[in-house]
């Protein structure tokens, strides 16, 4: 028999933003007023606050908070996103989309794209890309919810969100405090072991304050207050694979209706983003510093806005890696304290949700069983690794050699599990997953595609199969831009639903 209760009493986030206040809305909606959940943040430090495109679980967290969608959007600032489109990536002058949603509807044993592999050589063969119904959306600047009917092309595709994190973390902030969360302002000063193991047992706040706690959320920043400066827990670089260390962010005003999808395009020395809300778009330039001053970053990144900028570029930097623990002792690092994956294919908050939801499924009791810590980190660094080599995929399959950084990317050694993944696509046009890959099949499809990754053949099977896939295609992509055609623009779709307004001071 179980001896007293040892469920946790407090819980204390440290550190705002995006992380900590998904952190305290998740963690206040999981235990109610059952256990204390306090969040201590400085307005005098500040965020990152450019988490601004998101992936499709993004719905399902909200909806796990309760979240009103409409209320959401309006609250954020925040426009649909139906995928990324890649510009300039493989080769100057080429682009590709990463949908959300699969390529068709299957209509065989073996994937559409197998059978568009065997006649894409013939005249006439629309590009892949023309058989994802979230790119003839996206294209024609339309947007609408997925059917529900599997049988319908308007079934084959997902949406996330584009949103201002600022007002993310606000609109956050509130629900959390409506269920009971406590804010602390103040800076930490000092942070309190336990001498018998080194356990977190509070933290000092600048004005004397102490704050207890049995659970500790470090959502600090790049600097990992507890996880790294209290708890020395180390850090794994991945600079030689993801060679991007610098960024510079400037909103600018918007320039027409807003595009349905992210855009990334690749420059002299890294990448820049294009992020449209509602009152404004979010760019960015990430760059690699060998090859790449931050003034030239940022002049360039200034000349290529498509309205007028609204701020100075605001210079971010960063290590790409991870945390050798992501939970050490009583601590869970969140956010960039866990560790940084540029936001090259938008998983920056998605890695802060999955961290909640692993905690919820793994959550401990003041006993803090090793055994949990360890299934723990064993998820999240398998998450990791899976997402790193889908990021260094990007710069790997390139045919650019126009700069030295991509001369650099084209000859870099890859990790083992990429490269295994590369090969068999090549051979067969088969993607390869392991275990719970935040990517699945469609996304490496489109990836290994558009990065022109041509397989040496099709799958065998499709020779032995009795069915004209060659109508199929054809049936299915007439389908997609009857459906598109159809379908309102993204603007019209907002202001029936979610118009926002001139934003919040």
Known sequence: MQEGNRALRSIVVVGGGSAGWMAAAALSRAVGQRCRITLIESDEIGTVGVGEATIPPIKTFNQTLGLDEAEFLKRTQGTFKLGIEFVDWARVGHRYF????????????????????????QPGTPGLDEFSMAWAAAREGKFDRP??????????????????????????????????????????????????????ESVQLADGRRVEGDLFIDCSGFRGLLIEETLKTGYIDWTHWLPCDRAMAVPCESAGAPTPYTRSTAREAGWQWRIPLQHRIGNGYVYSSPFMSDDEAAD???????????????????????????????VVALGLSSGFMEPLES???????????????????????????????????????RIRDFLILHYKLIERD?????????????????????????????????GNDLFGPPSWLAVHIGQLNWPQRHDPLIDLRDLDGETMLVRQHRAMQEAAAAMPTHAEFIAQFCPAGKPMM
């Not at 050798?324 to 009583?330: C, D, I, M, R, S």
């Not at 590369?422 to 390869?432: L, M, P, V």
């Open 98 to 121: 990463h949908p959300f949603g699969p390529h068709g509807i299957q209509f065989d044993l073996s994937p559409l794209h197998q059978y568009w592999l065997r006649i894409r050589e």
């Open 147 to 200: 059917s529900r009917d599997p049988r319908s092309v308007m079934s084959s595709f997902d949406y996330a969100y584009h949103f201002d994190a600022g007002l993310y973390a606000r609109f956050l902030r509130e629900v959390s405090e409506a269920r009971g969360v406590q804010r602390l302002e103040g800076k930490i000063v000092a942070v309190a072991q336990r001498a018998h193991d080194g356990f977190i």
């Open 300 to 330: 360039k990144l200034l000349q290529r806005l498509d309205g007028k900028a609204l701020a100075n570029p605001r210079p971010l930097r960063f290590t790409t890696g991870r945390r050798k623990l992501f939970w050490n002792k009583n």
């Open 347 to 385: 998983t920056s908050l998605h890695l802060i949700q999955s961290g909640i939801s692993r905690l919820l499924a793994l959550f401990p009791d003041r006993d803090f069983d090793p055994l949990v810590i360890d299934e723990f980190n064993r998820i999240a660094i398998n998450e990791f690794e």
């Open 402 to 434: 126009d700069s030295p950084l991509w001369r650099y990317c084209a000859a870099m050694s890859i990790p083992d599990t990429l490269q295994y993944k590369i090969d068999h696509f090549k051979r067969y046009g088969r993607t390869i997953i392991e």
